[in-house]
């Protein structure tokens, strides 16, 4: 759900509608096609992790 605070901001009345937001980044993306079990590990900068995907490039 989004903020009733981000509505108001948009110019949109948070009384009357309420917000779902949703995406997918390029992290899900890899996580999909590499299967990588834990999404976190994309953010944690490991060197050796990231290692993995040179030959992606």
Do not use: Q
Not at 3 to 17: K, R, S
């Amino acid at each position: 759900m989004t903020d009733p605070h981000d509505l108001a901001v948009c110019g949109i009345d948070p009384d009357i509608y309420t917000g779902y937001a949703f995406g997918m980044g390029v992290e899900r993306i890899a996580n999909l096609k590499y299967r990588v079990n834990d999404l976190r590990l994309f953010s944690e900068n490991d060197v050796r992790f990231l290692r993995e995907f040179e030959s992606a490039t």
